[in-house]
Structures are given as C-alpha cells and as structure tokens.
C-alpha cells in the first residue's frame, strides 16, 4: 500500500524513517520502521522529504461505504510484521492506495 515518508527519525543515523497513511477516511496513521521495509532505495544525508513509500500488506476484505465508495481493509501484519506506532495492522484505505508487486 502506498504511504508517504515524512522524516528521518534517528537524528544523525541513517536508516530508520516515518511513513504516514491518510486511510480512506482521511485518518492519519504513524508508522517507523527501518528503510528496506518501506523502499528499494538507500536514503543519505541528503535526502529531501517527503518520498513516496510502499508498505506490504494482505486485502482482508473489499466492502462499499454508506456513500458507495469502495473500501478496502488491508492487515499489515504480513509480510513484513509492519504497525502503526499505536500498534494497529488493519486500516481501511481507498483501492488507489493498492499497490500490487511480484516482490512477495
């Protein structure tokens, strides 16, 4: 799924990076984990934020809103054992968000 990386978030150490997700509700959700979990790049002293990141994720379920909008329900959980920083896996985002990838 799609998020954006915001910062770096070990000061001086390169390495580790926040992402947010907007969900299909315009809710924001936290996330911090190490680069490779995120991108297929590097990030150096001088990367300029924000960059477009990826999350991996499994589609739970595919439903309609009370707008009849779709909203998928994607868990977090696998592949890569990824949760917001209050510890939530499953997030209702919109199907632009989806990604799909021959990495898994």
Same mark, same amino acid.
């Given at each position: ?9 070990? @000061?001086?150490?390169?390495?580790? +990076?926040?992402? *947010?997700?907007? /969900? &299909?509700? %315009? =809710? !924001?959700?936290?996330?911090? $984990? ?18 477009? @990141?990826?999350?991996?994720?499994? +589609?739970?379920? *595919?439903?309609? /809103? &009370?707008? %009849? =909008? !779709?909203?998928?329900?994607? $868990? ?29």
């Amino acid at each position: 799924m799609r998020v954006v990386m915001t910062r770096c978030t070990t @000061g001086d150490q390169l390495g580790w +990076v926040e992402r *947010r997700l907007l /969900d &299909a509700y %315009g =809710r !924001e959700w936290l996330f911090e $984990d190490k680069v490779p979990i995120f991108a297929d790049w590097d990030i150096g002293f001088g990367t300029v934020f924000p960059k477009d @990141g990826l999350i991996g994720c499994t +589609v739970v379920d *595919r439903q309609r /809103d &009370a707008g %009849g =909008r !779709e909203i998928i329900i994607v $868990d977090t959980e696998l592949p890569d054992h990824v949760e917001a920083t209050n510890g939530e896996t499953r997030f209702k985002v919109r199907p632009d968000q989806i990604v799909l990838l021959d990495r898994y």
